[in-house]
């Protein structure tokens, strides 16, 4: 591969990550804890967008249990997130004969 082939390929891969950038905060995903009796959503920067505990749940004796609930669908959303976005990646740099496991942006 040429140098000046090699530049023209960063120059388009820059333009892309911003476009990235732009979709993921697009990109929402939900992560779910205790068959369902608590929700997130966040986006796909890591952002928490929206919280939903079942009302059966809101009993003083069992704070802790939500607590934990809570923090397990986080941990859902937030493996979602990361799938989609090593997705987007896999399909931005595919034509671009990359290492794998090579990261971006540089």
Do not use: C, Y
């Amino acid at each position: 591969m040429d140098f000046m082939k090699m530049m023209s390929k960063a120059k388009e891969m820059q333009t892309r990550m911003a476009s990235l950038q732009d979709d993921l905060g697009a990109i929402e995903v939900n992560g779910v804890a205790g068959g369902g009796l608590v929700s997130v959503t966040i986006s796909g920067k890591g952002e928490l967008k929206a919280v939903k505990i079942d009302p059966s749940l809101l009993k003083p004796e069992e704070v802790e249990i939500v607590e934990d609930l809570i923090v397990a669908a986080h941990r859902d959303a937030h493996a979602k997130a990361e799938a989609a976005i090593a997705e987007k990646m896999a399909e931005m740099t595919g034509g671009m004969g990359l290492p794998s496991g090579f990261k971006l942006p540089f």
